[in-house]
């Protein structure tokens, strides 16, 4: 093997690294590395100037290897390696020193962070001397998206892609499409009408030819890679067949179980046999099998009875269908923080306290009270209504440390709505600060308190309890330091938003990152904010953090234009760091092959050959093997020893 | 006894790209100081790290080898963790079967949200190791 010819960079990133990295000092001792024939460094490697500096040393110095001293590859790996191939040599050629997030940014002391960054920068050294030079390998793409959410980011996401061209499989585990954002009564800033923004959005889905909505159904088992991956998809029973069903509603009129009604969150009762609500999307009915006294037509098969458009079939059963798509879409929302949590206000058995989908369910038109602000203990006009803020959100010990980012502006909608439907009513609102950023929002605000006249008061709630008929709040208001006491009739919680049971399970089956509160880690929190860390997995809504509708309805068409220019592309190009097999090494031991998680391995005329499109690089079977007979490109066992050698000098 | 005061123990960090690797970033990130004791190596996967490449370590002069992962149950490679922990179990055996102390080689698990827990499992890992004092069973060039 004739000798490397490497270049090395070393990053000021401003004063990032050079604070506590003796840059100068990095440079001089790899020049001092055998391989190593050029080295310099650079207050910012990654601009222009520094990325055409690196082409320029690598073109005059015949450099066949580089390496970068900067920040984590996860920034700026791509940058240079596609900066290494404009010069003319493979990108793979190029490794990344990470002495930033690993170094300079942990330890404050100069000698110290000066040692380590060398020791890696010798570590990145000895291993790009080892390097082959790789070309990316080219898979198929399959021009197909899978959605996985159907509110209004999956729903718009979807729209955007088919629009583009691309065949969309959109999957929602309830049975109708919408979301959370079906179940708002009005919107702000501009108290539009949810309903009649979403609902022709929900049509558009269901009749686009593009789309194939699959309702009702969970995402079970991903596998594969960006460009073609197989989803197995769970189809629950509904029981009921959409093509035959006249939503007629003859069944729920003699089904006799009641349960609490999930869409109007328990305020009104539905039977086993239910539609989500009149306007549902696909318009049929579904026959909940845990609620329903047993699909045993003997034991009652009333609704199938009554059913004259002879839709209902208790024979249907789960079924598995499995769909190739070349990217997915996460946008599985989020779920209110249970009132069950919060003690001080009584954990959610206190009569007439309220979460604020509730709220809206109450003055929404097409809700249990058609629209009327009453209260749910006795139906009468609430007087009193006291709105609290931050339940839940912006508490570190008890509950959720981060801010719910929506709940200012909506309880601000909620009082002005409520003003509007009892022009004589009182509403109080508790707050901690109002965060109304937003086009609009401040002034929406202004005027909930100005011309609607809601009263807001600075401080927290200590407790609430049920006295003589009514709702006892004991607050503050930090600003005059009175101690505040209301009766009131009602009380509405501004519940902090929690990413939803869906989403935990789709990181899950994705095997995508959450960050420490739960939502779906995006790949960069500035530069790569609806990408997953996982190429070909794309995220969107408020399962990525919480977020109000514009917001989400930007995000997902950002996700979808990055959807459709990733399957733009003929052909993808796959990491062509997979595994090699030495034939003289091995035996046909077949170790590798029952480690390998992707049966990308098989035995052919007695020894191990790799699939290199299904290879995904992981090194499973290097670790498995007793010959060093399985490698992985450029992370070979030689490599990883000058590594160690390299760590410990 | 300054001596023994002054001694810092060596360690070969192993992080997996997808979570420790991030994890370590994300200590970054957040400026959580930490001891500059070990010098990562990231791997695509904690499941790709052949007994060899512990014992080499050893074999090198460290006096401690971390090994980091994705959360049992979240390998980004589906099952690479569970293969890492049994080999882990089995290395320390053999390590003690030649006088190594087990303790000088730690498993952990460090998802990419979880900058502290790297920052913690470092200053602890470099807590446990002073008491052992240098490793020299394994090292090639022992004095």
């Known amino acids: ?649 | 006894m300054s001596e023994e005061q002054a001694y810092e123990p060596k360690i070969v960090a192993f992080l997996c790209k997808w979570c420790s690797s991030a994890g370590s970033d994300l200590a970054g990130v957040s400026r959580i100081q930490y001891p500059a004791n070990a010098t990562p190596i990231t791997v695509p996967c904690s499941g790709s790290i052949s007994p060899l490449y512990i014992l080499s370590a050893f074999n090198k002069g460290a006096d401690g080898v971390l090994l980091s992962g994705c959360h049992i149950g979240d390998c980004h490679y589906i099952e690479g963790n569970y293969l890492a922990r049994r080999k882990i179990y089995l290395i320390k055996e053999l390590l003690e079967m030649v006088g190594v102390e087990p303790d000088r080689l730690r498993m952990s698990w460090v998802s990419a949200a979880e900058g502290a827990k790297y920052a913690q499992v470092v200053k602890d890992f470099v807590a446990d190791l002073k008491p052992l004092g240098p490793q020299d069973k394994l090292k090639a060039d022992r004095t």
């Open chain 1, 1 to 649: 093997m004739t000798k490397k010819r490497t270049g090395v960079f070393v990053c000021h990133c401003g004063n990032n690294i050079a604070a506590t990295v003796d840059v100068a000092r990095v440079v001089k001792e790899m020049s001092a590395e055998e391989t190593v024939v050029y080295s310099q460094d650079y207050v910012y490697m990654c601009s222009d100037p520094g990325q055409n500096a690196v082409i320029q040393a690598i073109k005059d110095n015949q450099l066949d290897s580089v390496v970068v001293s900067c920040c984590s590859p996860s920034l700026h790996e791509k940058t240079f390696r596609d900066n290494t191939t404009r010069a003319g040599i493979s990108g793979f050629t190029c490794e990344i020193a990470n002495i930033r997030e690993q170094c300079a940014w942990v330890h404050k002391d100069r000698d110290v962070g000066t040692e380590k960054a060398i020791k890696i920068s010798r570590s990145a050294v000895r291993r790009a001397g080892r390097n082959q030079s790789l070309e990316p390998i080219a898979v198929p793409v399959t021009r197909r998206v899978m959605v996985i959410g159907g509110g209004i980011a999956g729903i718009q996401a979807s729209l955007d892609m088919a629009n583009a061209g691309l065949e969309v499989i959109l999957v929602e585990r309830q049975a109708t499409l919408g979301g959370h954002m079906l179940q708002l009564s009005e919107t702000f800033p501009t108290l539009d009408c949810s309903q009649c923004i979403l609902s022709p959005k929900m049509v558009e889905v269901s009749r686009h030819p593009k789309i194939k909505v699959m309702t009702y159904c969970e995402v079970q088992e991903v596998s594969g890679s960006v460009g073609n991956f197989k989803a197995k998809i769970l189809k629950k029973p509904t029981f009921v067949d959409p093509e035959k069903c006249n939503i007629c509603d003859d069944c729920t009129q003699v089904c006799p179980v009641v349960v609490p009604n999930e869409y109007e969150l328990g305020l009104t009762a539905r039977r086993a046999i239910y539609i989500p609500y009149a306007q549902a999307i696909p318009a049929s009915y579904t026959l909940d099998e845990e609620a329903c006294l047993g699909l045993n037509p003997i034991r009652c098969g009333k609704c199938k009875d009554a059913c004259e458009a002879d839709a209902i079939n208790y024979d249907m059963r789960p079924e598995t269908v499995v769909e190739e798509v070349g990217a997915i879409v996460v946008a599985t929302g989020f779920d209110l923080y249970p009132q069950e949590n919060i003690a001080e206000y009584g954990y959610g058995k206190v009569e007439d306290v309220l979460d604020g989908l509730q709220f809206e369910r109450l003055c929404s038109a097409s809700g249990a009270t058609s629209g009327h602000v009453l209260r749910p203990s006795d139906h009468k006009v609430p007087k009193d209504v006291v709105f609290i803020q931050c339940v839940g959100s912006r508490d570190p010990a008890q509950h959720c440390a981060y801010c719910s980012k929506i709940c200012c502006m909506y309880t601000a909608k909620h009082a002005t709505l409520y003003k509007h439907h009892v022009p004589d009513g009182r509403a109080y609102v508790f707050y901690i600060d109002i965060r109304s950023g937003g086009k609009g929002y401040e002034e929406f605000v202004q005027r909930t308190m100005e011309e609607d006249g809601a009263i807001y008061l600075r401080g927290r709630v200590s407790k609430l309890y049920r006295h003589n008929g009514k709702v006892k709040v004991l607050g503050t208001d930090t600003l005059t330091g009175q101690n505040v006491e209301i009766d009131a009739d009602m009380v509405v919680l501004a519940l902090a938003m929690q990413p939803s049971k869906g989403t935990a399970q789709a990181a899950k089956v994705l095997k995508i990152g959450r960050d420490k509160d739960g939502f779906l880690a995006e790949a960069h929190p500035k530069l790569r904010p609806v990408e997953s860390v996982t190429a070909g997995i794309f995220l969107a809504g408020a399962a990525q953090g919480p977020k109000d509708i514009p917001e989400t309805v930007a995000q997902a068409g950002a996700a979808a234009a990055k959807v459709i220019a990733l399957l733009s592309q003929a052909t993808l190009s796959h990491a062509p760091t997979v595994a090699r097999v030495r034939r003289s090494h091995c035996t046909g031991c077949e170790m590798c092959v029952t480690a390998c998680p992707y049966h990308a391995i098989r035995l052919e005329n007695g020894k191990a050959v790799v699939n290199e499109v299904l290879c995904e690089g992981c090194g499973s079977c290097t670790a498995t093997c007793l010959r060093a007979a399985i490698e992985v490109k450029n992370a070979t066992q030689m490599q990883v020893f000058e590594m160690i050698e390299a760590c410990l000098a």
